[in-house]
């Protein structure tokens, strides 16, 4: 994963959307019943909030945390620097000894890579034997069921089932959560707008195959919709309360984040 690609696909809680924010919390938290007194490795922590919740609030004994962006490293050295270990480093080139994590967590990161077997390899090296992996990403049926994903920087996303396969080539115990929002209206609404920008892009890419309406296809991207800013009402007192994890079980509402709960 390239630097340039991380950088700009990276949410940064400073500029992006309490409701973005939150839902990254929420998988932190639930996190939370896996890393008391266990060394825990964060991998691709961005600029290292959840490194810190993970040691300072849900008290895991030491959190290393590891991206490849250095200006994101310098940022959580600058925050948190007393409360994780904070490195610069490829996820498909781990700078650690073989056995010495109790815990990996790696949220958003596996649909930014052309080709996980070198990432899921070097989870499995690092991780001690019968620790746990935790991963999180989009829900293709969900995110981009027809096409390419809307994320220009995702390279891949996954349906569940995919998913699994792929997990169980390194992994012994699989397990899978879904987070949505607790919200079906606004479920229900992040989806529609998801398919609109969609096809929104294609009427765009074909007026751009015609240069004497390329002003028209500009003035369209001018009103885009910001995929961030697509739920409205996050901001609110019980925003805390806006996403739940659970179980994945047949049938029901499908999560719009898959996540993976792995045993080596």
């Keep these: ?43 691709a922590c961005g600029t290292g909030y959840g490194s810190y919740l993970l040691s300072k609030v849900r008290k895991a004994a030491m959190v290393v945390g590891l991206n490849v962006s250095q200006e994101a490293i310098q940022k959580a050295q600058h925050c948190y620097k ?66 390419r994903p809307l994320n220009t920087f995702h390279k891949k996303e996954y349906k569940l089932r995919t998913l699994k396969n792929l997990l169980q080539n390194y992994f012994g115990e699989i397990e899978a959560y879904g987070q949505q929002f607790l919200d079906r209206k606004s479920y229900i609404s992040i989806v529609a707008k998801m398919t609109f920008l969609f096809f929104k892009r294609k009427i765009e890419s074909i007026l751009e195959s015609f240069p004497c309406i390329k002003k028209l296809a500009k003035l369209m991207r001018a009103a885009s919709l910001n995929p961030l800013k697509m739920v409205k009402g996050c901001e609110s007192e019980t925003r805390d309360r806006f996403f739940e994890i659970k179980f994945l079980k047949n049938g029901g509402l499908v999560p719009m984040t898959l996540i993976l709960v792995c045993r080596k």
């Design 82 to 147: 007393s409360d994780a270990l904070f490195v610069v480093g490829n996820v498909t080139e781990l700078p650690f000894d073989n056995n010495c994590f109790d815990v990996v967590i790696s949220y958003e990161t596996i649909e930014h890579l052309e080709n996980p077997s070198e990432y899921l390899s070097e989870i499995k090296r690092v991780l001690k034997p019968k620790g746990y992996f935790l991963l999180s990403t989009p829900n293709k049926n969900v995110t981009s069921p027809f096409f």
């Design 1 to 43: 994963m390239s630097e340039s690609c991380e950088e700009k696909g990276r949410f940064d809680p400073n500029t992006g959307p309490v409701w973005a924010f939150r839902k990254n919390i929420t998988r932190y938290n639930f996190a939370s019943m896996y890393v008391k007194d266990k060394v825990v490795f964060d991998v």
